[in-house]
């Protein structure tokens, strides 16, 4: 029986021809290199959504939960998000100080996938990047609580565009702030449909970063 041929919408991906392959023995000795090496060539691909990405928490009790997300930056040692800190993410983060992210875009077959330790933002960094937020944004963040009931959308609505038009000064909510997830894993993969696709594992050590690749 002759099997159909794949779309190619859902055929596997491949790493583009002209993209460095990841290979232990060139790659980056900090993961964080690596990943902003990656992101910057999806930069120039005009890849759709590279900084969005999954950010998965668990409950102290250990129940999963995952969402969609916007990845701020990557810094020297730290990925930096955003959120209401009693939202669900927040809420488990804060119980568990643990955190994963997982990245993928096909338009270079490439996976990244993080673990590690969460760190939230002082009162002051909190303030000033608050501060520095569109109004529509901060206006945004200032009238809606992440998770709560939602019993009359047009009143929500209404409170935000009075805010918005008030031009008074929009204060930092409580419940909002920055957070960090500081790796001690990371785990880099890429498709290569005509031989064994590639993978490469990160470690944090007392004496800094091992990376070894791992059979895929």
Do not use: C
């Amino acid at each position: 029986m002759t099997r159909p041929a794949l779309d190619s919408r859902v055929a596997f991906p491949e790493t583009p021809a002209d993209a460095a392959g990841l290979h232990a023995q060139t790659a980056p000795g900090h993961p964080l290199a690596l990943l902003t090496e990656w992101l910057d060539d999806l930069v120039r691909r005009d890849a759709v959504e590279p900084h969005y990405v999954t950010l998965a928490t668990a409950s102290a009790s250990g129940v999963p939960s995952s969402r969609t997300v916007q990845l701020l930056a990557v810094e020297a040692d730290a990925l930096l998000f955003t959120t209401n800190l009693g939202s669900r993410k927040g809420v488990e983060m804060r119980e568990t100080g643990r955190a994963a992210v997982s990245m993928y875009w096909r338009e270079t077959a490439r996976s990244v996938n993080v673990t590690g330790s969460v760190v939230e933002a002082e009162a002051a960094e909190n303030d000033e990047r608050f501060a520095a937020e569109d109004r529509a944004v901060q206006v945004a963040r200032a009238v809606s609580f992440h998770g709560l009931p939602l019993d009359d959308e047009a009143e929500q609505l209404q409170r935000y565009r009075a805010l918005v038009d008030s031009g008074e000064p929009v204060r930092r909510p409580d419940y909002w702030g920055w957070f960090r997830v500081v790796p001690d894993a990371v785990t880099f993969w890429e498709g290569v449909p005509q031989a064994l696709n590639r993978r490469l594992h990160y470690t944090r050590s007392d004496s800094g970063w091992n990376r070894r690749a791992i059979q895929a």
